[in-house]
T-cell receptor
Framework: KNEVEQSPQNLTAQEGEFITINCSYS?????LHWLQQHPGGGIVSLFMLSSGKKKHGRLIATINIQEKHSSLHITASHPRDSAVYICAVWRGYGGSQGNLIFGKGTKLSVKP | DAGVIQSPRHEVTEMGQEVTLRCKPI?????LFWYRQTMMRGLELLIY????????DSGMPEDRFSAKMPNASFSTLKIQPSEPRDSAVYFC????????????FGEGSRLTVL
């Protein structure tokens, strides 16, 4: 079993729909990242979370540390949101040591 | 700031050749990460540095891979000798703070080993 699981793997939505992407992890973490990778290949950091909720424009990310679960929500989705969304968790080993573990990604396609 | 700069963007080489990938992190960032992305395995952390010191290289696949960070503004990832299974996109990222902080990625170096 992967230490970071994302669902769904693929998601197709109509423009304007509310979208939720889920991330579950099985290890203790100090931070969780949501990344966006566009078809051109570039990767952009959307959020870094260690607790609670963050909002940026139409994007909202939440994390529940006790349940080891995070969600990324997109409100009023748009075709330009089409991308792969990747969840990554930082597993610290103490001091500056640790490992960043990635989920396999969720491929989102938003149709006009 | 120009962001994280990687070179080359594309590299095609033959099996057995040495490959050197380069990365310039964002000025002032203390952490530098090298990742590899393949269709089969997704994104994997290869190695990371804190203040130019390698902290964890457990993700480096084998001895053919080596990485250095001689100063705060430059890092290299070297593969010698290269093999077809090394074909992937190699990303460099930097961050300002630990655990790590927000990650800033370069555009990646796409390596094809024939």
């Amino acid at each position: 079993k992967n230490e970071v699981e994302q669902s769904p793997q693929n998601l197709t939505a109509q423009e304007g729909e509310f979208i939720t992407i889920n991330c579950s992890y099985s290890v203790g973490i100090s931070a969780l990242h949501w990344l966006q990778q566009h078809p051109g290949g570039g990767i952009v950091s959307l959020f870094m979370l260690s607790s609670g909720k963050k909002k940026h424009g139409r994007l909202i990310a939440t994390i529940n540390i006790q349940e080891k679960h995070s969600s990324l929500h997109i409100t009023a989705s748009h075709p330009r949101d089409s991308a792969v969304y990747i969840c990554a968790v930082w597993r610290g080993y103490g001091g500056s040591q640790g490992n960043l573990i990635f989920g396999k990604g969720t491929k989102l396609s938003v149709k006009p | 700031d120009a962001g994280v700069i990687q070179s080359p963007r594309h590299e095609v080489t033959e099996m057995g050749q040495e490959v050197t990938l380069r990365c310039k992190p964002i000025s002032g960032h203390d952490y530098l990460f090298w990742y590899r992305q393949t269709m089969m395995r997704g994104l994997e952390l290869l190695i990371y540095f804190n203040n130019n010191v390698p902290i964890d290289d457990s993700g480096m696949p084998e001895d053919r891979f080596s990485a250095k960070m001689p100063n705060a503004s430059f890092s290299t990832l070297k593969i010698q000798p290269s093999e077809p299974r090394d074909s992937a996109v190699y990303f460099c990222a930097s961050s300002l703070e630990g655990s790590p902080g927000e990650l800033f990625f370069g555009e990646g170096s796409r390596l094809t080993v024939l």
